[in-house]
């Protein structure tokens, strides 16, 4: 099972920042927090990791707590084209590791 | 940007059929990953290779399904008598080291009937 919790759903504004809760209250040491979306049916696509610092690319921010039992994935300026299933997902960072995906959180951005 | 490329985007077979699912890995990756998510539930890991065997596997990769890796850029999933219960959309994946490289396919939808 997922080790993570996450709302079903949530909507946001076009243009506003949306903000994505994720709860890993169980995370061990040498877990890292990753998200990744999956729009309609296609693959999933990376979004960005985190072990415990913040972490900011040219596609989200990912705050994690100074506890790190949870964490928040920020789409700065959501676009019509992030509606998706957003997942957070903790893992450790081994090779060949596989990733267990919970039912994530279904993103609407609206116009 | 470099991509995990899928064929075919979506297969039709009849059920006790043999089907192979093709998968072109990122050139660089060592680590090759088939995922399948069934219409409306979550994706679930299937098996994991590397150095040209299986590393892990799901309950759900049982007896009917194999991978290979048959030369130097394929690898791909075969379903020896598919199920209708096999429908699903199938991801191939590939990583080199760690999460940031690791990379999904776009998928292959198969529909058994």
């Known amino acids: 099972d997922a080790k993570t919790t996450q709302p079903p759903s949530m909507d946001c504004a076009e243009g506003r920042a949306a903000n994505l809760p994720c709860n890993h209250s169980?995370?061990?040491?040498?877990?890292?927090v990753y998200w990744y979306r999956q729009i309609h049916s296609q693959g999933p696509q990376y979004i960005i990791h985190?072990?415990?610092n913040n972490e900011t690319n040219e596609m989200a921010s990912l705050i994690i707590t100074e506890d790190r039992k949870s964490s928040t994935l920020i789409l700065p300026h959501a676009t019509l084209r992030d509606t998706a299933v957003y997942y957070c997902?903790?893992?450790?960072?081994?090779?060949?590791?596989?990733?267990?995906f919970g039912p994530g959180t279904r993103l609407s951005v609206l116009p | 940007e470099p991509e995990v490329t899928q064929t075919p985007s979506h297969q039709v077979t009849q059920m006790g059929q043999e089907v192979i699912l093709r998968c072109v890995p990122i050139?660089?990756?060592?680590?090759f990953y088939w995922y399948r998510q069934i219409l409306g539930q979550k994706v679930e890991f299937l098996v994991s290779?590397?150095?040209?065997?299986?590393?892990?596997k799901s309950e759900i990769f049982d007896d009917q399904f194999s991978v290979e890796r048959p030369d130097g850029s394929n690898f791909t999933l075969k379903i020896r008598s598919t199920k209708l219960e096999d429908s699903a959309m199938y991801f191939c994946?590939?990583?080199?080291?760690?999460?940031?490289?690791?990379?999904f396919g776009s998928g292959t939808r198969l529909t058994v009937v």
């Open positions: 994946a590939s990583s080199r080291t760690g999460g940031t490289g690791y990379t």
């Open positions: 169980t995370i061990s040491g040498n877990e890292y």
């Open positions: 985190g072990l415990k």
């Open positions: 997902i903790v893992r450790v960072a081994d090779y060949g590791q596989n990733f267990v």
């Open positions: 050139s660089n990756h060592l680590y």
């Open positions: 290779f590397y150095n040209n065997e299986i590393s892990e």
